[in-house]
């Protein structure tokens, strides 16, 4: 007999409630993108309120969102007081739009259909290993949500947030050099480049970026004034030759093979025998792997065609591209630096 295998009535009757539970997980998300949709939270910030009255501002039916409402307050998203009103959280105060650390955008993304309907044909994915988003969505997300508007500021806004918690942590984690130009590819709103640049006054940086997200960016900024520019253009095919510098920070985590290598191939013909390509991705151990990892790794073969790597995957990878690992130096949240130079 395993001694995992539950023998007594109390591990029988809570490993059922546990599974059963999970089971009927997929509601969470589903409630929470009705708060988030209706902006419960940011209706809330000026005093509690009863569903009914939460009902009445956003045009939604007041007895069925009371029950949606008091469902999230189980899992710490709002508090339901005596007299039925609801109160915010500290969860439900990072889901406001007017906060300096809300989450809202990328909640909204990973409630978002594009993930949630990869997510319920997971049981196709694992047995054609391949990701379903192309046969639903007619596209790899990439393709899909380039030029489309909505969808594509939706992910660049939920990008730019998920690095606002993050970004202070990877800068202060290397010893950047008192010169030198950086230039952050694919790097989206341009938030992690900003933190860079203001936290090393003496380096420059460019934002390469497609049109579409570079028209949004976010580095007018006086701290960094005369110290940015940016260009237009895809690492598939070129990127601007001989920087200091370059940056892949989530990006080859969500690349297959063949597409990480095209990149890597791209970036190790624009560098010079001096040039660093920092990769800031999670790095997997074999054991002990975190939650967040765990969850991230599947998320990558739900939606996109990557993978959380392994430090000796990522050798390999680099080793094709004619590229060799320095060093991997840990960051405080769960990414990592991988320190890379030409062979």
Do not use: C
């Not at 409402?69 to 709002?78: E, Q, S, V």
């Not at 065609?305 to 769960?334: F, M, N």
Request: no cysteine; glycine share 8%; net charge negative.
């Amino acid at each position: 007999m395993s001694d995992a295998q539950p023998t007594q009535a109390t591990e029988i009757a809570a490993a059922v409630r546990q599974v059963l539970g999970d089971s009927l997980g997929y509601l969470y998300p589903a409630a929470l993108r009705v708060a988030l949709r209706n902006d419960i939270a940011d209706h809330l910030t000026d005093g509690p309120k009863t569903a009914q009255q939460l009902a009445e501002l956003t045009g939604v039916h007041g007895p069925f969102l009371h029950r949606v409402l008091r469902f999230l307050a189980t899992r710490g998203i709002f508090r339901e007081d005596q007299s039925s009103a609801f109160h915010l959280t500290p969860a439900a105060h990072v889901l406001r739009t007017d906060t300096p650390y809300s989450v809202r955008s990328t909640a909204l993304l990973f409630t978002d259909e594009m993930y949630w309907h990869s997510a319920g044909r997971l049981e196709d994915t694992v047995r054609d290993g391949s990701t379903v988003f192309n046969d639903i969505f007619g596209a790899p997300l990439f393709d899909y949500i380039q030029g489309e508007g909505e969808r594509e500021r939706l992910f660049s806004d939920a990008m730019d947030t998920m690095s606002m918690t993050e970004q202070s942590g990877i800068v202060a984690s290397y010893d950047f050099p008192e010169t030198g130009t950086v230039i952050d590819l694919a790097g989206g709103l341009g938030g992690f480049l900003r933190t860079l640049l203001t936290k090393n006054p003496g380096l420059h940086g460019v934002l390469f970026e497609r049109e579409s997200v570079l028209q949004r960016h976010k580095l007018d900024d006086a701290a960094i004034e005369g110290r940015w520019k940016t260009a237009v253009g895809d690492f598939f095919e070129a990127v601007p030759p001989g920087a200091d510098f370059y940056v892949l920070k989530r990006i080859v985590h969500d690349k297959s093979d063949a597409d990480s290598l095209r990149i890597l191939r791209t970036v190790r013909g624009a560098m010079t025998e001096r040039s660093r390509l920092l990769i800031v991705d999670a790095v997997r151990p074999h054991v002990d792997i975190s939650p967040s990892v765990t969850i991230s790794d599947v998320l990558m073969l739900t939606v996109f065609e990557g993978r959380e790597r392994t430090e000796q995957e990522l050798e390999e990878l680099l080793a094709a591209a004619d590229l060799k690992s320095l060093k991997v130096i840990s960051t405080p949240g769960a990414l990592s630096i991988v320190e890379v130079a030409p062979v």
